[in-house]
């Protein structure tokens, strides 16, 4: 079965610094991108970039473009998503997404459950 | 950037109603479009790729087409687990991006 298994629940501090993670397993992680997904509190969803596992080749929405880092280890099939200072803003469900490059129709097929990141002082 | 409306934003509808919900692209995408549907503290859930092919498991009430700049989502007769928000997204060029939602509610 293929999975994508985001990590925990992050709370933080405005100005901390954060690394989220999501581990894909049941396929060939290098074949496929994985995408990232932002949603706001009762708001909708916000596309903000890409990685293809096999050279990390990354591409950005401009609206996240130096406001995050994607990032990947193929070794260990995991994608992050990494802050290096918080703001209250970033508080949102943060998800990640199988985002095509395989065999067939594998763009936005399989998500995963998501990582809640509250920053608040 | 492609922007993608979505029509309408919310819509209240019976159980066993026929459905449309429209994504409009600023420009053309051939036929690079996802549909997806989320239920309150849950990930979205592909149901359309590639404008009108239906994704494995999802009942055949749901539909899509469209090419270009035009795409409908269709429910035929509509179930009590369909209410959910629906989402468009296009895959056509960078940025990808998403519809505003459209907001299914029980009337």
């Known amino acids: 079965e293929v999975q994508l298994v985001q990590s925990g629940t992050e709370v933080k501090k405005p100005g901390e610094s954060l690394k989220i993670s999501c581990k894909g397993s049941?396929?060939?992680?290098?074949?496929?991108?994985i995408g990232w997904v932002r949603q706001m509190p009762g708001k909708g969803l916000e596309w903000m970039g890409i990685i293809y596992p096999d050279d990390s080749d990354t591409r950005y929405s401009p609206s996240f473009q130096g406001q995050v880092t994607i990032s990947a280890d193929k070794s260990i099939s995991t994608a992050y998503l990494q802050w290096s200072s918080l703001k209250a803003s970033d508080t949102a469900m943060y998800y990640c997404?199988?985002?095509?490059?395989?065999?067939?129709?594998?763009?936005?097929?399989?998500w995963g459950k998501g990582t809640t990141v509250t920053v608040s002082s | 950037d492609i922007q993608m409306t979505q029509s309408p934003s919310s819509l209240s509808a019976s159980v066993g109603d026929r459905v449309t919900i429209t994504c409009r692209a600023s420009?053309?995408?051939?036929?690079?479009l996802n549909w997806y549907q989320q239920k309150p503290g849950k990930a979205p859930k592909r149901l359309i790729y590639?404008?009108?092919s239906l994704q494995s498991g999802v009942p055949s009430r749901f539909s899509g087409s469209g090419s270009g700049t035009e795409f409908t989502l269709t429910i035929s007769s509509l179930q009590p687990e369909d209410f959910a928000t629906y989402y468009c997204l296009q895959h056509n060029s960078y940025p990808h991006t998403f519809g505003q939602g459209t907001k299914l509610e029980i009337k």
């Open positions: 590639a404008a009108s």
């Open positions: 997404a199988r985002w095509g490059g395989g065999l067939g129709p594998v763009l936005g097929d399989v």
């Open positions: 049941g396929y060939t992680f290098t074949s496929c991108w």
């Open positions: 420009q053309g995408i051939r036929n690079d």
